[in-house]
């Protein structure tokens, strides 16, 4: 696959998604550069801001087999990932599996779940593979997971561990829409009530298994010269020295802001990588790997803020 296919692949996702999801442009780029480079998605916003029809309209579109969990404080780890069942016809146990077992895994409200639950994708997320009873069994190269949760301070919700977050990708803000998008999504779909299926909207499928590993091949042969890399490592390390910030981001990120970086050049049709594509995808990449100091927090500072400022005072290569 070439650079200008995996660009016209990429507008060709837009397009599709678009027909039934209204004025969510950038998330749907960053969800492209997420399974390009093989990275998870946590989105945040309100109820009713079109989250799930997202999910399900990129799955459709990509032609990836979809899976769904809603999170609830009473689900548990077998819930998720499965487990041994006793077959009494046969006296031996057999393996029923969870609806972890699929291509794109849209983990629905996952901060109100406990802790215990949500680290059970932990495995899943980083490895793409599970251990039941000490068996491991694999998922799909391309598993990825779209994890949606409410703002915390919404009542119910537990924050997720700082090892879990790592293991996100981006974590992508959905906001309220303006009033023309607003205007456009009722008259779409203001004859009915309930959630709408993508493929009501005209949503097809453009790409296939073969396509998308063809994709990340090419996006794997994205040069990432010197200089751009010592910018990427002097902008993570700087997240540790902040005084605004009690942590900093983990080497994961380093090499994470890399991969989305090549996969954001390579849908430009470029075969290189540009400090602006840094800077573009650092607040998505950054904001939930940071934890504010608590007088940041009294201060009333936000994280998009220190991160907004240490992509100003990191010298970028010319």
């Known amino acids: ?17 678009a027909r039934a999801v209204v004025g969510q442009a950038a998330a749907v780029r960053l969800l492209t550069i997420a399974l ?50 006793f077959n009494f016809q046969t006296s031996q146990f057999a393996l029923t599996r969870g609806p972890v077992f699929c291509e794109l895994l849209l983990a629905d409200e996952i901060n109100r779940t406990p802790p215990k639950t949500q680290a059970a994708l932990l495995e899943a997320m980083q490895e793409r593979r599970i251990t039941i009873d000490g ?72 790409a296939d298994a073969h396509a998308i590993a063809a994709t990340i091949d090419t996006v794997g042969r994205v040069r990432l010269v010197d200089d751009v890399i010592d910018y990427i490592v002097r902008l993570v390390r700087a997240t540790r020295d902040h005084g605004d910030l009690s942590s900093g981001a983990s ?41 504010l100091s608590p007088s940041a927090e009294i201060d009333g500072r936000l994280v998009d803020d220190v991160v907004a400022s240490l992509i100003a005072s990191v010298d970028a290569p010319r």
């Open 251 to 291: 080497p994961r990120a380093a090499a994470a802001l890399a991969a989305a970086s090549r996969a954001a050049a390579a849908l430009d049709g470029r075969d290189y990588v540009l400090p602006d594509d840094v800077k573009a995808l650092a607040p998505a990449l950054l904001r939930h790997r940071l934890i």
């Open 1 to 17: 696959m070439t650079l200008d296919d995996v660009r016209a692949l990429g507008r060709a996702i837009e397009e599709q998604i």
């Open 36 to 85: 390009f480079s093989a990275g998870h998605v946590l989105l945040e916003g309100p109820p009713g801001t079109a989250k799930t029809l997202l999910a399900q309209s990129f799955a459709r579109t990509l032609g990836l087999d979809f899976g769904r969990i809603q999170f609830t404080p009473d689900l548990m780890p077998g819930d998720i990932i499965g487990s041994n069942l």
């Open 135 to 206: 068996r491991t069994e694999h998922l799909s190269d391309r598993f990825t997971v779209v994890a949606t949760q409410n703002p915390i301070e919404q009542q119910g919700v537990y924050p997720l561990p700082e090892a879990q977050l790592d293991r996100f990708l981006f974590k992508i803000t959905i906001g309220w829409p303006t009033a023309e998008a607003e205007r456009a999504i009722v008259a779409q779909y203001g004859t009915r009530t309930g959630t709408p299926a993508p493929q009501d909207s005209g949503v097809e499928q453009v």
